[in-house]
């Protein structure tokens, strides 16, 4: 029912939980050593965003901007302009909340070849409150032109999530979050810009199909949702849709082909979001109907993580009842 | 060199790094300083009045843009593209050019009536400034016309790129030669981001960074006193950590030693303030802030009437031709 790539332990209780941010930590400093170009910049969030691996391996190709997202950006810029391959990383409610015009004029515009890390995002930031829970960041950064917009959903896939963003030419934002979340994947998975990749295949003997598309830290919930499911008698598929942007138009219409209907599981406002870009194109492709979990409409709040995650409808739960709503 | 950058322990090979530069810099300084003869500076104000008139005819067949600004900045702008840069016009993206970043991107009118006088596109084509499939957008656009270094229009973001593009430099090169000069204006000066950026060239003790504000005193809703004060610019930007010159903008050969000055500064980054006059040459229009954003034709018309107003600069410039004289 699942790959065998996937990580063989992803239902079990005392799963390994590990922050996706550490991914870009060791990919960040993998991709500097197999390219000089690579650089890194910060806006006083370095350990945090796990750059400081980087930084104290390249030292001389770290730079520290100070809490300047908006200039980082267009610093960024500059740099790619001059050849390097900079990869910019904040939370991202600054940058690339902050620094958006930043990033659509001088580095999307300019077609610059820059990195954008955006940390923290979600709801799962938790304790800090609405403030620094970025749920628009896909939205603000699918909608412009050239950018690529990946969504990683571990330790493992952010690593190379990163490792392939440093290989592609133009700018490409990388979403991660700060909770330590269940290792979902193997570093033996594949990971293409791009490409989505199913992770569960529905039970074939039942009536009832329903797709499920994820990414991010809430996949897991998503694929244990998927497992109870099939077992009480919907057959369910759960996509794993790490590339927002290049949509992989080919697979989304074989997935909508496959089931009766399409729930999607976001840690975003559904509008403008993973849901939203389905939508778009299933409706003119294969219209489908396409049910979507994320935050309607609202801020995030103090909390932790788990609690957050279910109040605005992303657990494991939630999603069920959905499905089985759904199906009818 | 770049440990000379950052503060620390001084050790035997950093006051080796000092005495090398220092050698380094005199020798830059002699190699690009040159003194203008009284002819050269006669031939660039000619060349400036010829700049002026096609600004006038472009945005008149335009039928939009700014004014002031780019009449304004033509003195500079001839001496920069006539005398200053290392470049070549037939081969734009030559390694080796001078970088010059223009931050302020809606003076564009003067940037690319300059390059097109110095050769690096027809001075027909100025013409089709800010019509539908032109070269020359309304606000540069750095794929479209080889020889523009950015894009840039938004205001605020020039200088954190000409940041960024020092600072790669010196991570490949710490004794290049190479210059990067970053165009501004005051009104810019209000943004956020200037700021961000004037900090951290600071920092960085970005000595191939040469900033030239043009200080004509004016933005689009009056006179920048008004709108938003910047006094005393001079010592705010001393208090940066910036090397600080002012200038009359108009007088060619004291630019052109301010420039010589500014390239010899082996600790800081370089800012001249270039005091000039909105809209000079055409003494109808000068020191009035609402041809700002107008182009003739749409200009103010207590002393010269719309449909008079492009015919009426230039015959002012073609017959004032002797009154542009240093220090005017």
């Not at chain 1, 370095?46 to 001389?60: E, H, L, Q, V, Y």
């Not at chain 1, 904040?90 to 890390?117: C, D, H, L």
């Not at chain 2, 001078?98 to 110095?118: F, K, Q, W």
Request: overall charge negative; glycine content about 10%; hydrophobic content about 40%.
């Amino acid at each position: 029912m699942t790959p065998d790539h996937i990580n063989p332990n992803i239902f079990d209780d005392n799963i390994e939980r590990v922050p996706n941010r550490n991914g870009y930590g060791e990919g960040l400093k993998e991709a500097g050593e197999k390219d000089e170009r690579v650089v890194a910049l910060s806006a006083d969030l370095t350990g945090s965003t796990r750059t400081n691996i980087f930084a104290d391996a390249f030292p001389d190709r770290f730079v520290q901007v100070g809490i300047g997202e908006q200039s980082m950006a267009s610093v960024a810029s500059g740099m790619a302009a001059m050849g390097k391959i900079p990869f910019i990383a904040s939370y991202a409610m600054f940058s690339p909340g902050r620094s958006w015009e930043q990033v659509r004029t001088t580095i999307a515009y300019n077609n610059a070849n820059v990195k954008i890390i955006g940390a923290h995002s979600g709801v799962s930031v938790g304790p800090d409150g609405a403030t620094h829970q970025a749920i628009e960041d896909i939205a603000i950064m699918r909608v412009v032109p050239r950018m690529t917009v990946l969504v990683p959903c571990d330790v493992h896939e952010a690593r190379r999530a990163t490792l392939a963003a440093a290989e592609h030419e133009g700018p490409v934002y990388i979403r991660l979050a700060r909770e330590g979340v269940p290792v979902v994947t193997t570093p033996g998975s594949p990971f293409a810009i791009g490409k989505a990749e199913v992770y569960m295949r529905r039970d074939g003997t039942h009536a009832k199909k329903v797709g499920i598309i994820s990414c991010g830290v809430v996949l897991h919930n998503a694929l244990m949702a998927g497992k109870q499911l099939n077992e009480q008698g919907i057959g369910v598929s759960v996509m794993n849709l790490a590339t927002i942007k290049p949509l992989d138009t080919e697979a989304i219409k074989a997935f909508a082909e496959e089931h009766d209907a399409l729930v999607t599981v976001e840690e975003h406002q559904v509008a403008g979001g993973v849901g939203s870009a389905v939508s778009e194109y299933l409706s003119e492709e294969r219209p489908t109907r396409v049910v979507k979990l994320g935050v309607h409409d609202k801020f995030g709040q103090s909390g932790d993580p788990d609690e957050l995650i279910a109040h605005y409808g992303m657990d494991t739960k939630t999603i069920i009842e959905t499905v089985k709503k759904v199906a009818g | 060199m770049t440990h000379l950058m950052k503060t620390g322990p001084v050790d035997r090979s950093c006051v080796f790094n000092i005495i090398i530069l220092i050698l380094a810099s005199h020798t830059i300084y002699l190699r690009h300083m040159h003194y203008l003869t009284d002819a050269e500076v006669h031939e660039l104000e000619a060349k400036a009045n010829e700049i002026r008139q096609s600004i006038i005819e472009m945005l008149f067949e335009a039928k939009s843009g700014h004014t002031a600004g780019p009449l304004g900045m033509a003195d500079i702008f001839t001496l920069l593209y006539f005398e200053v840069l290392k470049h070549d016009p037939k081969n734009p993206f030559w390694e080796e050019r001078d970088r010059l970043i223009l931050s302020n991107g809606h003076i564009c009118p003067v940037l690319y009536a300059t390059m097109a006088h110095a050769g690096y596109f027809p001075e027909e084509e100025l013409l089709t400034l800010r019509k539908f499939g032109t070269r020359l957008q309304g606000h540069p656009h750095r794929e479209v016309l080889p020889g523009i270094e950015t894009s840039s229009g938004p205001l605020g973001s020039g200088l954190s790129q000409a940041v960024g593009m020092a600072i790669a430099e010196r991570m490949e090169n710490p004794y290049s030669s190479r210059y990067f000069y970053c165009l501004t204006g005051d009104g810019e000066i209000n943004a956020g981001q200037m700021w961000e950026a004037f900090m951290h060239a600071g920092k960085e003790k970005l000595h191939n960074l040469i900033v030239i504000v043009d200080r004509n005193g004016i933005q689009i809703d009056g006179y920048t006193k008004d709108v938003m004060p910047l006094e005393p610019l001079a010592e705010k930007l001393a208090a940066f950590n910036w090397d600080v010159q002012e200038v009359d903008g108009h007088n060619i050969r004291s630019v052109n030693d301010a420039i010589g000055k500014a390239q010899a500064v082996y600790s800081q980054p370089s800012v001249i303030i270039a005091h000039t006059i909105p809209s000079k040459g055409v003494d109808v229009f000068e020191r009035d802030f609402r041809w700002h954003g107008n182009p003739p034709g749409k200009g103010p018309e207590e002393r010269v009437p719309k449909g008079e107003q492009a015919d009426e600069a230039l015959r002012r410039l073609r017959t004032l031709g002797g009154q542009i004289k240093p220090g005017a």
